[in-house]
């Protein structure tokens, strides 16, 4: 599996988590200039931009470690155009989800790792 599929089941699993977590997804892969959301849920009315980070098991680093300063700008982009777009008044917050597969098996998730207010 090349790592656009991964990111691509890693985000699947991500919006399966949420929404076994009572979140209602808004949107996924929303695009503003230079940044793409992932996934923008909400939950008890406080709107959530997720980055979902996917990585086999035995990694060097964490996945959130990939959300460095330059994507978290890039990010803050998208989510203000998202805001101004329709209009937001609700409380809004950046979370990061790591998902963990197997090295053998990738469609094995190993765990998955929800980060609210990451940054």
Not at 14 to 36: F, P, Q, S
Not at 56 to 83: C, H, R, T, W
């Amino acid at each position: 599996m090349n790592t656009k599929l991964i990111g691509a089941y890693g985000e699947q699993l991500a919006a399966r988590y949420l929404r076994g977590e009572k979140y209602k997804i808004l949107a996924a892969n929303y695009r503003a200039g230079t940044g793409e959301i992932d996934i923008i849920a909400e939950k008890r009315k406080v709107i959530c931009f997720v980055e979902v980070k996917t990585r086999k098991e035995g990694g060097m680093f964490d996945p959130a470690e990939a959300v460095d300063f330059n994507k978290q700008n890039n990010l803050k982009s998208a989510a203000s155009a998202y805001i101004s777009r329709y209009k937001i008044k609700n409380e809004t917050r950046f979370d990061i989800i790591e998902v963990f597969l197997s090295a053998e098996n990738p469609y094995n998730v190993i765990k998955i790792n929800h980060i609210p207010n990451a940054f």
